[in-house]
C-alpha cells in the first residue's frame, strides 16, 4: 500500500504517519509535510524523487505530474489503464492525505490552492480504489482501519470522498466570496457584493437537535464552512441538551440584550423571549433590577421562556432568577460557580449558557420552498440623535429614555407589532398581529396601569389615527414611528390634540 501526504493543517501528522509506516504503507510526502516527517526520523520518500521533477514557481508545482496523479486516478479495473500505468513507469497510490491552505483565515492570491484540489478531486473521483484523508480528525479511524484490514473498506472511502468534495466545495466558495468582495484590489468586486450573481454557501452540521420544531421534524443547526458564530463559543455549564426552539429562542434573546446594553457597554440589561418575542426587557441600574423588571412585564409568558442578562451572574442574582418562573435557557457573559450550583439545583433541566458577544451577521437567509430569500441584516441605522419630532411637544428626558427602549424592543417582536415602555422596561408588548390595532389593544391590556404616562413604539407607520387613538386612549404620552404615511399629517394632528408627543425615525423594522 502507498500513501501520499501533502497537507497544510500538520495537527497527527506524525503519528499519523508513523502509524501507517508501521503498518506497512510506503509513504510519499511533499514540501513541508516531506521536511516535517524528516524532522521526525519518518522514513518517505520527496515527491520530486517520484516525479524526477524539482518543485518549480515556489512552490506552485510539484505535485501536478502524470506520475503523481497516474498512480491516483488509475481505475484498476481497466486492463488499459493498467498498462498505461506500466508503459510509463507509474506506480499506484492508494491513500492521499491532503488538507488546503486556510483561505478563509488569511485571503490572498497566494493561497489559491491548485495543487492540492487537484489531488483531493483526483483521490475521491476515483474513491473505489483510493483513500482521500482531508481531516485530522479522520486520522484515527483510517490508521485503525489499515491496521485491522491491511485496507480501506468502500464503504470508508466513500465516506472519505463525500467529505473531500464538500472540502473543496467549501475552499472554492470561500474564494468565490473573496473574490466577489473585491479580491486583493478591488477589481473582481461583483456589482452588489451583498447580492452577488451567485451565493456559493457550503455548510457543515454543528450539532444535531432532538427534533425541530415539532417532534415528528428532524432538526439541525448547520454553520457556514469556515465561520464561527457565538454558538460555537458559547460553553453549557448545565441542563440538558439545547432544542431547535432553544436555539431559534436564545439567539433572539442575547442579540436583543445586547443591542439594549449597547454590547455591554451601557446600563446592565435583561431581556426574556418567549417564541422569538420579548415578553419583558428591561434596562437598570444593577443587573438584579433589570431582570425584576424584565420578568414583572409579563411574569406568565415567561414560563418556559428564555432568560438573557448582559452582565454576569452572581449568587444573588442567581437566586432571583431561580424564584422566577422557570426558564428553559439562561445566558450571560458568565455564570459563576456558586451562581450554578444555585441554578443546577433549583432548576435542574434548564440549561445554562456562557456566552460570548454575538456577531453581526452580514446576510439573512431563509427558505421559501426551495428558493432562498436574502436580505442585508436589519440594523438599528438611525439613532435617536437622528429621528424628527413632528409634534408641537418635546419629548421629557425620560420619555426619550423610554422611547428608544421601546423602540428597540418594538423592532426584535414579530409584526404588525407595538411595544410599550415606562421607567427603562418594557411594560406592554402586542406581537404578530394581522391587524396594527390590535396589536396596539394588546400592548395596552398587557401594560395595564402601566400604560399610563408610558412612551409607545408602532414597528411600522401608523396608517390610519386609529392604532393611535388606542394609545392616546390608555394614557400614553410618547410614541415613536417611522413615519412615510399618507396619512402622518393626520396621525400628527391627533397626537397634537392630545398634547403627546411623537417622533419619526425614518426607518421600518418589519418581523417576519
Known amino acids: 500500500m502507498r500513501a501520499l501526504l501533502s497537507v497544510y493543517d500538520k495537527t497527527g501528522l506524525t503519528d499519523f504517519a508513523r502509524g501507517l509506516a508501521v503498518a506497512g504503507v510506503e509513504l510519499i510526502a511533499s514540501g513541508q509535510t516531506s521536511a516535517a516527517l524528516t524532522e521526525a526520523g519518518i522514513e518517505h520518500q520527496d515527491v520530486a524523487s517520484v516525479t524526477n521533477s524539482p518543485e518549480m514557481l515556489g512552490g506552485r508545482v510539484k505535485t501536478l505530474h502524470p506520475k503523481i496523479h497516474g498512480g491516483i486516478l488509475a481505475d484498476r479495473s481497466k486492463p488499459e489503464h493498467l498498462a498505461d500505468l506500466e508503459a510509463n513507469e507509474i506506480s499506484l497510490i492508494d491513500l492521499v492525505v491532503c488538507n488546503l491552505y486556510p483561505f478563509s483565515s488569511d485571503p490572498s492570491i497566494e493561497l489559491i490552492d491548485v495543487g492540492g484540489p487537484t489531488m483531493v478531486r483526483a483521490a475521491a473521483k476515483n474513491f473505489a480504489h483510493v483513500g482521500i484523508v482531508v481531516s485530522p480528525e479522520d486520522y484515527d479511524a483510517v490508521l485503525t482501519e489499515i491496521t485491522t484490514q491491511g485496507m480501506l473498506s468502500q464503504v470508508t472511502r466513500g465516506s472519505l470522498a463525500t ?26 468586486a461583483a456589482e452588489d457584493p451583498l447580492l452577488p450573481p451567485t451565493l456559493p454557501l457550503v455548510l457543515e452540521r454543528a450539532e444535531v437537535v432532538k427534533y425541530g420544531e415539532n417532534p415528528h421534524q428532524r432538526g439541525a443547526r448547520y454553520r457556514i464552512v469556515g465561520e464561527r458564530t457565538w454558538w460555537d463559543e458559547k460553553v453549557q455549564l448545565s441542563g440538558t441538551a439545547l432544542s431547535y426552539l432553544n436555539l431559534f429562542d436564545a439567539d433572539a434573546a442575547w442579540r436583543l440584550v445586547h443591542e439594549l446594553s449597547g454590547d455591554g457597554g451601557g446600563l446592565p440589561a435583561a431581556a426574556i423571549i418567549k417564541h422569538a418575542n420579548a415578553c419583558g426587557a428591561a434596562v437598570s441600574e444593577t443587573m438584579a433590577t433589570a431582570y425584576s423588571a424584565a420578568l414583572a412585564a409579563d411574569p406568565l409568558s415567561a414560563f418556559g421562556g428564555i432568560v438573557a442578562v448582559s452582565a454576569p451572574i452572581d449568587a444573588e442574582l442567581a437566586g432571583l432568577i431561580a424564584e422566577g418562573p422557570q426558564a428553559d435557557v439562561i445566558i450571560a457573559p458568565a455564570i459563576a460557580e456558586e451562581a450554578v450550583e444555585i441554578l443546577r439545583t433549583r432548576r435542574k433541566a434548564t440549561r445554562l449558557l456562557a456566552a460570548p458577544l454575538p456577531e453581526t451577521p452580514r446576510r439573512q437567509i431563509r427558505t421559501i420552498g426551495t428558493s432562498v430569500l436574502v436580505q442585508g441584516h436589519d440594523e438599528i441605522l438611525n439613532p435617536p440623535s437622528g ?21 428597540r424592543v418594538c423592532a426584535r417582536t414579530t409584526s404588525n407589532a407595538i411595544a410599550l415602555a415606562r421607567g427603562g422596561k418594557a411594560v406592554g408588548i402586542g406581537a404578530g398581529q394581522q391587524s396594527r390595532v390590535v396589536a396596539a389593544e394588546l400592548a395596552v391590556a398587557k401594560a395595564g396601569d402601566e400604560a399610563v404616562g408610558s412612551a409607545g413604539a408602532s414597528d411600522a407607520f401608523f396608517p390610519f389615527p386609529d392604532g393611535m387613538e388606542v394609545l392616546i386612549t390608555a394614557g400614553i404620552t410618547a410614541v415613536v414611528q417611522p413615519g412615510g404615511s399618507v396619512k402622518d399629517e393626520v396621525v400628527t394632528a391627533v397626537a397634537d390634540a392630545a398634547g403627546i408627543t411623537m417622533v419619526h425615525t425614518g426607518e421600518r423594522h418589519f418581523r417576519h
Do not use: N
Not at 473543496?168 to 470561500?174: G, R, V
Open 387 to 407: 429621528w424628527t419630532v413632528v409634534t408641537k411637544r418635546q419629548p421629557t428626558t425620560q420619555e426619550w429614555e423610554d422611547l428608544v427602549i421601546a423602540w
Open 163 to 188: 467529505k473531500a468534495f464538500a472540502h473543496t466545495a467549501a475552499y472554492d466558495a470561500a474564494i468565490v466570496s473573496w473574490l466577489e468582495d473585491g479580491g486583493p484590489d478591488g477589481s473582481t
